[in-house]
T-cell receptor, first 117, second 111 residues
């Protein structure tokens, strides 16, 4: 099973709201990622968790707060977002360690379409 | 700076033709190369990965890698309208599990 699930599929929120995006995988992967993707642009890396510890934060504003409660779950907490934060938010996972030959693969979830009003 | 370059397109081909998508990269220590297909409004879906120089075939898809020239390509034979999508090239350097994505090439297959 190579499935990464994300909820909700769509989210509309006001600039004063607090909401959370959720991601789950049961492939035993130890690296999990949050990406932001705007229309006609490639995915833009936001955060990486490796073995449940935050290993990369790509200078993301503090209104985005990631959390990794366990090895299967990844959350992204949203607070006081701006309209320009409207985008497709993608979760991905991979084995994490560089295996022989480097043949581990990153799998994406279906994404959450976020609209900030 | 690590860069992955793709022509944004759109690349338009007739149904049944071969679509050729190209990607160049600047980081010489790149070891792993991926092609993702992304339909509008959907998430990227891995369709091919390649790690060694030469060709790798999977059904109608063939990935070609030339590390000396620092390019990787994707050929789609017998193109179908359902292949119309954006194709993202992703490159990962040795020792890293974080890929760098290109901007993607939009492919349109017209009947």
């Amino acid at each position: 099973d190579t499935e990464v699930t994300q909820t909700p599929k769509h989210l509309v929120m006001g600039m004063t709201n607090k909401k959370s995006l959720k991601c789950e995988q049961h492939m035993g992967h130890r690296a999990m990622y949050w990406y932001k993707q705007k229309a006609k642009k490639p995915p833009e890396l936001m955060f990486v968790y490796s073995y449940e510890k935050l290993s990369i934060n790509e200078s993301v504003p503090s209104r985005f707060s990631p959390e990794c409660p366990n090895s299967s779950l990844l959350n992204l907490h949203l607070h006081a977002l701006q309209p320009e934060d409207s985008a497709l938010y993608l979760c991905a996972s991979s084995q994490d360690v560089v295996l022989a030959g480097g043949q581990e693969t990153q799998y994406f979830g279906p994404g959450t379409r976020l609209l900030v009003l | 700076q690590k860069e992955v370059e793709q022509n944004s397109g759109p690349l338009s081909v007739p149904e049944g033709a071969i679509a050729s998508l190209n990607c160049t990269y600047s980081d010489r220590v790149s070891q792993s190369f991926f092609w993702y297909r992304q339909y509008s409004g959907k998430s990227p879906e891995l369709i091919m990965s390649i790690y060694s120089n030469g060709d790798k075939e999977d059904g109608r898809f063939t990935a070609q890698l030339n590390k000396a020239s620092q390019y990787v390509s994707l050929l789609i034979r017998d193109s179908q309208p359902s292949d119309s999508a954006t194709y993202l090239c992703a490159v990962r350097r040795g020792g890293s599990y974080i890929p760098t994505f290109g901007r993607g090439t939009s492919l349109i297959v017209h009947p």
